[in-house]
């Protein structure tokens, strides 16, 4: 859903729309030939209705064939420097709505609000956005980003959740080190990573090389948004320049990350997105292109064998 904005042309929340008006939106998701839906808190935060409104999304959710596998918070950091313990309640009403509508999956980043710059910026990443001091730079707020997560966590999983951590850059999870390295420090099974590798791979910037990051992040993965990214660095100058693209044709292969992913036994949702132009149709395509991976002999022998 992130190519539907919370905030409409009008200056109106989608918070207060009618249900018939979010059976608009989501019925572009069913007639795009989805049954399952993430309503990422970009476009509703479901945690923040009521429990009769919270019905009425449902009702809708059911009217029109679709299950919520998964809910993804969107720029609420639980260290916030300003807004962390109000980011804390929110995901915690995050946590109840997403375990009463059946989700499987909540899914949590340290990403913060877009700064003036990036909203001006045609594509956001091109500007530069907020940056968590590292673990050695400030071991105080980085032990409360862990002891926040667990918190988290263990609520998730008194819900029957899992707990991913979203992959973005500047952030405690913005490099496949630092990921692993906070995920472990967390050190609870109910909290994986969501290996958003293009939030990383879209920057233009130097960054590691997408099949090792991967390969390190990978066996922590439990819930995946998939996206992909044109890359072109040229060594001569130093120009790195990005543009979003289908699954198939950018940068990462995802036949080979889907392989190994299931190889390590991740058995979890994956959402579509894309950003720019048509970017559910986009989405649709990138969907049934990793079906068809699901498919393959390769990735069907290992799914039968557990």
């Given amino acids: 859903m ?25 019925g572009d998701v069913a007639d795009a030939g989805f049954d399952c839906v993430d309503p990422t808190e970009s476009w509703l935060r479901i945690g923040d209705l009521s429990p009769e409104r919270l019905q009425e999304f449902q009702d809708v959710v059911a009217d029109l064939g679709l299950r919520v596998p998964a809910v993804s ?55 530069q956005g907020p940056v968590d001091a590292g673990p050695d730079e400030d071991p105080e707020t980085y032990r409360l980003a862990v002891d926040r997560v667990r918190e988290l966590g263990r609520h998730a999983a008194s819900n029957g959740l899992v707990l991913s951590l979203e992959m973005y850059e500047d952030t405690y999870v913005g490099t496949a080190d630092g990921a692993v390295r906070l995920v472990t420090d967390v050190d609870l099974p109910e909290v994986g990573l969501n290996p958003d590798l293009g939030n990383l791979q879209r920057l233009h910037r130097p960054v590691e090389r997408w099949t090792e990051m991967a390969a390190k992040v990978l066996p922590h993965t439990n819930f995946w948004h998939a996206k992909n990214y044109l890359r072109t660095e040229d060594e001569t100058t130093g120009a790195i320049s990005t543009a979003p693209a289908p699954l198939e044709t950018g940068v990462m292969s995802y036949r080979q990350m889907l ?41 069907r022998g290992m799914l039968a064998g557990g």
Avoid: K
Avoid at 7 to 17: F, R, W
Avoid at 85 to 112: P, S
């Fill in 2 to 26: 992130i190519q539907y904005p919370g905030t409409l042309p009008d200056g109106t929340s989608v918070q207060d729309q009618s249900a018939e008006e979010w059976a608009l939106a989501l």
């Fill in 73 to 127: 918070s969107a720029r609420r950091s639980p260290v916030d420097p300003e807004h962390g313990e109000e980011h804390m309640a929110t995901l915690h009403r995050g946590i109840d709505a997403a375990a009463a509508v059946g989700a499987e999956v909540f899914n949590v980043g340290f990403f913060r609000a877009l700064l003036p710059a990036q909203q001006r910026a045609l594509w956001f990443w091109t500007a």
């Fill in 259 to 299: 392989a190994d992913a299931v190889a390590l036994g991740f058995r979890g949702p994956i959402t579509c997105e894309h950003y720019g132009g048509d970017g559910l149709s986009v989405s649709a395509r990138n969907r049934d292109y990793l079906r068809g991976l699901l498919g393959t002999r390769r990735i």
